[in-house]
């Protein structure tokens, strides 16, 4: 460890420039040149956050960071330094329960992190040195070392890929523990070093690397190889992240590869990628901080209380210094003030105990054990990739239960992202499917069904470009003379779906993509004839410019230009005429809810494609603002292109995704559908995924709406001043202010697309514009569905911020499965993951991870609102318990002068909520069913019900509160009224102050145990266990407590006197009559609500009592109002439907 971050320190000063330069396998340029050894950090991996020497030091800082563990330290320290009445043990003991729990739990954890990094650290590689292989430890690797990696095993370091056993220079790599890619991707080695296939040849190698300094993106990487031969002009090669192969990898389908070591160790990007997420806070915790505030206000006004009345009592001289109990010469002489202040200290000391120290603990291991439940759910589980759902952080349980707003993706969420070829269009005439599965365009291939018929060269122009523009692999078949037989073994292999939907598409068409061989793309024509084009420049994806392109060269020595993207990115960039007659088609099938892309191409001279090569070459030489260049030249290539056609490719829903947003909907929840797809084709998904109804009255806030150019600011404003008036009108001002109302006489959908949301979010200087975002915001919130078009990643997470702070901050979840999904994901309270076919990167950045979208369904409705109610009613019965405890022991200082006599023994006091009334409440936070699954799942209205924080309001807090006052002074006036008799023995023997204090100590665990029976609905055998055995373990602890004399005891107050106490009649009856008075309003309350419950026949919903309060219009709505809401909605929208039906 000391090692490694020395290394860290010698590494920083070469960070502080922009670039690294490393010598491949540690040779200097020249033999005249002197090799200083460059000091970058080892390939030890450390993913631990303790040592054994900085363990106790640091875990107890980051333990006393929390202001409650702080809070109840100060008071032991009081409690050691000033003479308070209750030993400092009392408190010292519970707070190191919690401290040393905690310490456990994570040194645990952190131990198992360096297991981990141990055996990653010693796992054997070789490396070649001297023309010989090596055997090394993994962290033994230093940068500038070359590697020896074989088939099926994993990248020890991040490595520049130099050759492999493949003469051309490709290996096939899994990326699964990275970005959890499946898929093999195509990595490849500079032309110069790909017949570098031994040791010596490899070890003959004198080469520098130039790359960036180490940054987590998996996705990007800049750099150049520069080659140096005797006697020759050194040669130097760009590296972009095609050379680049992650720690982590795995090596596939190829027997050996060698590679140079870049980045070692914590510089490597997967270590880079282990900084965590920015913390998110639930809102139990902010409604616990805010109950805490209200229990310290108790607390001090109770010891202000009791100390003020202490001084008024002792006014009288007799009540200050009886004869039997005088003063000290040092009490005399302390000034008033000082005494003053420490009795004000005795009795917080005395009175701390209604702080619950250990909830903090509970809560922590309630939200860690209660997750396990969701990665055990069966019916979260996918056959089809063989998972199920993951828990990223269990901090957030509770808030699946108290979502507002999702926000969703449309692709590969909603929908499979599956591709399916439908039909393409080529000079405007549409091509389709007929009756045989696989057509061709001649007729001898099959029957074909077209419509009019665009020229020959123009078809095969169209299909040649869908065969070529793709960066698509083939897994799979054999190779015979340079030729892949055996087809029906193929495997398309890409990064997108898309992709291989069009090259499967072309193949039915006739025209047949063979793979790769060096440089040249295969195709095999309608005529099985075998065209082999070479492959100059990719002009790769990104969402910026969305759109692809390739430059090829044919056989008889033409440049070529393919590229495909989508409509609104390729129309600007072809001839104007040519647009409207494909136009119509790409319209057409975006309503038909299908994906579409525009082919385009363009031929170039041998000047233009020397210009454009010498550009590409300096930029991707470049280790400065490389993308940046790259993309201007690509700007410029990609322009004054010929449209070819377009295609059609279906998406398909996911399963039960409809009926997922339905219930959503129905739970009270506004779903927005937030994509980058052209807005016909998100409409369309829209209204199959039922998030658009019939009778929703669409509102658009499109460029298409807008009109041009000139007036676009003007004709916003006016739109947005009419959406907001029309949606005022049915929007009374008293039903403005909630959340969810499902009862207005009108429903609204709003369509906005990205440029429109920039003006909105991003007006101009003028004031007239300055409104625009919140008008924006009324119209959105008065919406009961929103769907956003076009949308950059940047923007999907600025929607989100917006919502989310506005005004009562509404909990937000987002839901996405690729990269560009990542954003929204982590702006929203609650991010969830789809495990989907573009990467894992969602999944990673997510709190939660499920592998559809219709399991989100279940998640919310049954998850969410079992742990929401599980934890509120967690914490509302530990400041419940915790008052009953502290309360009587407030009223017994009237009866004892003030004189901080505590009530009840140090044991009781410590044990309390360590031992006897922990295990009960755990059992139910984890275990509770108020209402079974399946109903939570049919019955999505139920959600509705702990809506808006509800259990844990300040109403709910109240009535518990009551309830704790009302059962402390039981215990207290009820024992005190026994007592009256002191005598409670046939033979005259007078029980004592601990006596009283055990009576309402028994009274009291009973109570607060039996309660919590009450409220529980659903039994299992631990339930009984730890609830009984809680009462059993009390009873024995008081009998061998007081059974034995304590040899490190002062006093031995408690002795015999539990048992003593028991064999009083009295005794007895008083405990069982108390506990009985105590529960009478709890009973009351289950009687009255069961017998209503009967009489309304509802739908069965026994939350624990009074514990949901939810606003609905002007007053507190009833099972049979709700119900009520819901079925008026219902026959408003069937009277709707006939209405439609005749028009």
Known sequence: MFRWSINRFCAGEEKRVGTRTVFVGHRPVSETDAYVEQKFCDNRIVSSKYTVWNFLPKNLFEQFRRIANFYFLIIFLVQVIVDTPTSPVTSGL??????????????????????????????????????????????????????????????????????????????????????????????????????????????SLTATIECEQPQPDLYKFVGRINIYRSNQEPVARSLGPENLLLKGSTLKNTKKIYGVAVYTGMETKMALNYQGKSQKRSAVEKSINAFLVVYLCILVSKATVCTTLKYIWQSNPFN?????????????????????????????????????????????????????????????????????????????????????????????????????????????????????????????????????????????????????????????????????????????????PDEIALVKGAKKYGFTFLGHEADYMKVQNQKNEIEKYQLLHVLNFDPVRRRMSVIVKTSTGKFLLFCKGADSSIFPRVQQDEIQQTKVHVERNAMDGYRTLCVAFKELTQEDYKKINDQLSEAKMALQDREEKMARIFDDTEADMHLIGATAVEDRLQEHAAETIEALQTAGMKVWVLTGDKMETAKSTCYASRLFQTNTELLELTTKTMG??????????????????????????????????????????????????????????????????????????????????????????????????????????????????????????????????????????????VPKFKHLRKLLLAHGHLYYVRIAHLVQYFFYKNLCFILPQFLYQFFCGFSQQPLYDAAYLTMYNICFTSLPILAYSLLEQHINIETLTSDPRLYMKISDNAMLQWKPFLYWTFLGSFEGLVFFFGVYFLFQNSSLEHNGKVFGNWTFGTIVFTVLVFTVTLKLALDTRFWTWMNHFVIWGSLAFYVFFSFFWGGIIWPFLKQQRMYFVFAHMVTSVSTWLAIVLLIF??????????????????????????????????????????????????????????????????L
């Open 94 to 203: 519970p707070l190191f329960f919690v401290i040393i729990v905690t310490a456990i739990k994570q040194g645990y954890e952190d131990w198992l992190r360096h297991r981990a990094d141990k055996e990653v650290n010693k796992s054997s590689v070789f490396i070649v040195e001297n023309a010989k292989q090596v055997k090394k430890h993994s962290e033994k690797i230093k940068v500038g070392d070359i590697v020896e990696v074989k088939a099926d095993e994993t990248f020890p370091c991040d490595l520049i890929f130099l050759a492999s056993s493949n003469d051309d220079g490709i290996c096939y790599v899994t990326t699964a523990s990275l970005d959890g890619e499946s898929n093999f991707k195509t990595h490849y080695a500079v032309r110069d070093t790909t017949g570098l296939q031994t040791d010596d040849d490899i070890d």
């Open 320 to 496: 200050d210094e009886p004869w039997y109990n005088q003063k000290t010469i040092k009490e005399r002489e302390t000034f008033k003030i000082l005494r003053m202040f420490t009795d004000f200290l005795s009795f917080m000391v005395l009175f701390n105990f209604i702080i619950p120290v250990s909830m903090y603990v509970t809560v922590e291991m309630q939200k860690f054990l209660g997750s396990f439940f969701i990665a055990w759910d069966k019916e979260m589980y996918d056959e089809e990739i063989k998972e199920g759902a993951l828990v990223n952080t269990s901090d957030l349980n509770e808030e699946l239960g108290q979502v507002e707003y999702v926000f969703t993706d449309k692709t590969g969420t909603l929908t499979e992202n599956s591709m399916k070829f439908i039909e393409c269009c080529i000079d405007g005439h549409k091509y389709k499917d007929g009756i045989s599965e696989v057509d061709g365009f001649s007729h001898t291939d099959g029957p074909l069904r077209y419509y009019g018929k665009a020229e020959k060269c123009r078809e095969e122009l169209f299909l040649r470009a869908l065969c070529l523009c793709h960066t698509v692999q083939i897994k799979g078949g054999d190779n015979v003379d340079g030729l892949r037989v055996n087809q029906e073994c193929w495997t398309y292999i890409s990064s997108s």
């Open 708 to 849: 041009d150019s000139d007036r676009k600011e003007e004709r916003l404003h006016e739109l947005l001043l009419e959406y907001h008036k029309k949606l005022l009108q049915d929007f009374p001002k008293n039903s403005g202010k909630l959340k969810r109302s499902w009862t207005v006489s009108q429903e609204y959908g709003l369509i906005i697309d990205g440029s429109t949301l920039s003006l909105i979010l991003n007006p101009s200087q003028d004031s007239s514009s300055s409104n625009y975002k919140s008008i924006f915001l009324q119209i959105c919130l008065k919406c009961t569905s929103v769907l956003c078009c076009r949308m950059a990643p940047l923007q999907k997470a600025q929607i989100v911020r917006m919502v989310k702070n506005t005004k009562g901050n509404p909990i937000t979840l987002s839901i996405g499965d690729g990269a560009n999904d990542v954003s929204m994901i982590l702006e929203a309270h609650v991010g969830i993951g789809i495990k989907g076919k573009e990467g894992r990167q969602a999944a990673r950045n997510s709190d939660y991870a």
């Open 1077 to 1142: 008075i105590s529960l009478s309003p709890e009973i009351l309350l289950v009687v009255f609500k069961n017998a209503k419950r009967k009489n309304h026949q509802t739908v069965p919903f026994n939350l624990p009592m009074l514990l949901s309060y939810k606003r609905m219009e002007n007053g507190y709505t009833s099972e049979m109002k709700l119900q009520d809401a819901v079925t008026n909605l219902t026959q408003r929208c069937h009277l709707r439907i006939p209405q439609m039906q005749q």
